[in-house]
């Protein structure tokens, strides 16, 4: 009976992540690591599916230096729910992926070392520039209106010298 109870409540835990992976690729992933600020949502139609950082079946043994490594949170929308399904670090400069695991339940795959598909690394490196050049946008626009400032005081005329 307990072996039961425990099947269900476990089926029960699963079976949005199995409807979601059902529907396909993932909606999104969410970005934090070095330079990045806060958090980066990522939609690339090449880092949004299952394999597209990993071929997940085959471990590797750990790196002794992995390098700077992003954590990147997979979700799908479902219903319009933002579901998480699962974490994993990218070291794209070295070639690796850290798979931590199911955001609801566990793998044999989870905890675990594997070579990262090189064909990620492109379309990763390129939605962290993007987002690197949309900080810069405000920065100069400040910049342009503090300009515009300047020169509109310096050319105002100057009061009369009284005598």
């Known amino acids: 009976m307990k072996k039961l109870i425990w099947g269900l409540t476990a089926l029960l835990v699963l079976i949005p992540s199995f409807a979601a992976l059902a ?12 330079g990045v600020t806060g958090e980066l ?17 085959k ?11 992003y954590q ?13 399904f699962d974490l994993l670090y990218y ?7 850290y798979y931590e695991g199911l ?4 793998s044999e795959y989870d905890k675990k070392w594997y070579v ?12 962290l520039r993007r987002q690197a050049q949309l900080m ?9 209106l503090l300009l515009v400032f300047y020169i509109a005081y310096r050319k105002k005329p100057s009061a009369p010298q009284q005598a």
């Open 103 to 106: 955001a609801n339940g566990s």
């Open 116 to 127: 990262a598909d090189p064909a990620a690394k492109a379309p990763f490196q390129a939605a």
């Open 41 to 57: 949502t990522v939609s690339h139609p090449n880092l949004i599916q299952f394999f597209s950082f990993s071929d997940f079946s």
């Open 91 to 97: 070291y794209p400069t070295t070639g690796f992926v």
């Open 136 to 144: 810069w946008y405000p920065l100069g626009v400040i910049a342009i």
């Open 59 to 69: 471990a590797v043994e750990a790196p002794a230096e992995p390098g700077d490594g």
């Open 23 to 34: 529907k396909g690729d993932f909606t999104y992933i969410t970005v934090k690591g070095p």
């Open 72 to 84: 990147v949170l997979r979700v799908f929308v479902v219903d319009g729910k933002e579901q998480p």
